[in-house]
């Protein structure tokens, strides 16, 4: 049975950085494309980053281009986000997953959704 389980978040101070990754067990890592999103309270889910299954296309929403990258590492079966230049807006529980259509900012996942982890940029 497949698994996905987020970790990396905490709390930091804006302009700060994180880095978040995400152990994927059960499927074949290296055949699926991957991507991060996150949901902040009383928001509806949101579109953060994706990254093709070789990691070489990789996309971003509009709010985090330019401070977040995201990668992978086919060996370990793990994806990775990390985050710089990190804003109050930033905060919100991400979560990985496999996007349902890649290429475009959706907010869909073909798998079941692991429990995140939690990120909050305060002073």
């Known amino acids: 049975q497949e698994q996905l389980v987020e970790s990396g978040g905490g709390l930091v101070q804006p302009g700060g950085s994180l880095r978040l990754s995400c152990a994927v067990s059960g499927r074949t890592f290296s055949a699926y494309h991957m991507g991060w999103f996150r949901q902040a309270p009383g928001k509806e889910r949101e579109f953060v980053a994706t990254?093709?299954?070789?990691?070489?296309?990789?996309y971003y929403g509009d709010s985090v281009k330019g401070r977040f990258t995201i990668s992978r590492d086919n060996v370990k079966n793990t994806v990775y986000l990390q985050m710089n230049s990190l804003k109050p807006e930033d905060t919100a529980v991400y979560y990985c997953?496999?996007?349902?259509?890649?290429?475009?900012?959706?907010?869909?996942?073909?798998?079941?959704w692991g429990q995140g982890t939690q990120v909050t940029v305060s002073s």
């Open positions: 997953n496999t996007p349902s259509v890649f290429g475009v900012p959706t907010t869909e996942g073909r798998f079941y």
């Open positions: 990254i093709s299954w070789n990691g070489v296309s990789r």
